[in-house]
C-alpha cells in the first residue's frame, strides 16, 4: 500500500498534503504522561522498545497524523559513544565528562560498535512496524553532527555556544576531529533504522543558527550531506528530510542529495520557496505558538497552502510542538492541513 507521506517526500501527486508535528510524541498528550510516568524517567522510557512504541504510535492515533515519528532522543548517540548522560529535572541533558581534547575523542566508542549498541532503537522500530497502519509511514531521525557536538563539548545546553565556538576559531581541527567521529556513528546508526524498517529519515540540525553563515558549510552542513549521500548511495528509495533551524541566509548556498528541505517558523514560506522550491520538497511551517489559537491555526494553514498550492510541500510546524498546547487544538491542525489542501 502506498504512503502519502512518503510519496509526497518524492514529489508524487498526493490527494491532500500529508501532515505531521515535530515533537508529536510528546508532554502535551495526558497519555503519553502517562506512559512516561510508568517508565519512571525519560531515559527509561527511551531504552523500552514496548514503551517508546507506545508512545510513538500515539499521535498517528489520538491526533491523526499521517506519519509516526520514532520516539527516541538525539543524545542517545553520544551516551552510547561512552559519554555520561543523565536528564537533570528542570535542567535538561548533562555530560558529566565533557570532550576538551584529543585524548577524550580517543576514549569515545566510535563507528560500527557504538551504532550496534543502539538495539533498543532498532528493537522499537520493529515493534512499531508490526503495529503501525500500512498507510501511516515511520520517520526515523538523528541529530546532525554539529547539534549533537555542542553537547558533547559544552557538557549541556548552551544559549551562547561559547565553548564550542571557542573550539571553532581557535582550535577547528580538534572540533573537525570531533563531528567527523560523530558523522560515522550516525551514518551508521541510520543504516540499521532503515535496515529496521523506517520509511523516512529526518536529520535535526536545531543549533544551526548558532554558527555564522560563511562557516556553516565547513562546521555543518558538509557533514549533514556525507551522510545524507552514504544513505542515498544504498538505500536511494529512502526519502531524506534536512531540517537546519534558523539559517535563511544560508539558502542560497544549499546543496545536497536529499529530497526535503524543512523551513523553520522564522523563515517566510515564500523565500524558501523561491529559493529551495525547485530543488527539494519544502515541509513546513507553521509558527508553533499559533497552536495555541483555533483561528490563528487556520489562518496560517490558510496562508502556507495559498503558497505552496498543495505542491511539493508537506506541512508541519516551524520547529516541535509545545507542552501546554491543547490536544484539540493538534487535532484541530492536523485537519485543518487535510482540509484546506484536499484536491
Known amino acids: 500500500m502506498s504512503k502519502i507521506f512518503v510519496d509526497a517526500c518524492l514529489g508524487k501527486e498526493t490527494p491532500y498534503t500529508p501532515v505531521w508535528m515535530m515533537r508529536q510524541a510528546g508532554r502535551y498528550l495526558p497519555e503519553y504522561m502517562a506512559v512516561r510516568a510508568e517508565a519512571g524517567n525519560f531515559l527509561n522510557l527511551c531504552h523500552d522498545p514496548k514503551k517508546a512504541c507506545e508512545v510513538t504510535l500515539q499521535p498517528v492515533d489520538i491526533v491523526g497524523v499521517d506519519a509516526a515519528i520514532l520516539f527516541s532522543d538525539i543524545l542517545v548517540i553520544p551516551d552510547e559513544m561512552g559519554m555520561d548522560l543523565s536528564f537533570v529535572k528542570g535542567e535538561g541533558p548533562k555530560f558529566s565528562d ?46 546532525a553532527p554539529w547539534t549533537l557536538a555542542t553537547y558533547m563539548i559544552e557538557g549541556q545546553g548552551t544559549k551562547t555556544y561559547n565553548i564550542c565556538k571557542k573550539m571553532m576559531y581557535s582550535n577547528p581541527t580538534l572540533l573537525h576531529k570531533i563531528l567527523a567521529k560523530v558523522t560515522e556513528v550516525v551514518k551508521l546508526y541510520m543504516e540499521k533504522q532503515i535496515q529496521a524498517g523506517i520509511d ?44 537546519p533551524k534558523g539559517i535563511p541566509s544560508f539558502y542560497d548556498k544549499v546543496y545536497g542529495n536529499f529530497d526535503v528541505f524543512g523551513v523553520d517558523w522564522a523563515t517566510p514560506m515564500e523565500l524558501a520557496k523561491e529559493k529551495l522550491g525547485d530543488k527539494y520538497i519544502l515541509q513546513g511551517n507553521m509558527e508553533p505558538c499559533r ?36 490536544v484539540e487544538n493538534a487535532k484541530h491542525f492536523v485537519s485543518e492541513c487535510q482540509r484546506i489542501s484536499g484536491k
Request: proline residues 4%; aromatic residues 12%.
Open 98 to 143: 565533557p570532550i576538551t581534547c584529543d585524548a577524550d575523542i580517543e576514549r569515545l566508542i566510535g563507528g560500527e560498535e557504538a551504532a550496534s549498541k543502539l538495539t533498543y532503537v532498532y528493537d522499537t522500530i520493529k515493534l512499531i512496524k508490526e503495529k503501525l497502519a500500512d498507510d501511516k509511514a515511520l520517520i526515523g531521525f538523528t541529530g
Open 291 to 326: 497552536l495555541y489559537s483555533k483561528e490563528a491555526t487556520t489562518a496560517s494553514v490558510e496562508h502556507i497552502q495559498s503558497v505552496m498550492n498543495g505542491k511539493r510541500h508537506i506541512f508541519n510546524l516551524g520547529h516541535g510542538i509545545l507542552p501546554d498546547v491543547p
Open 200 to 243: 523516512v529519515v529526518q536529520i535535526f540540525d536545531s543549533w544551526a543558527a548558532a554558527i555564522e553563515t560563511e562557516k556553516y558549510d565547513e562546521f555543518s552542513w558538509k557533514y549533514m550531506v556525507e551522510i545524507a549521500e552514504y544513505l542515498k548511495e544504498k538505500y536511494p528509495h529512502i526519502p531524506i528530510i534536512m531540517f
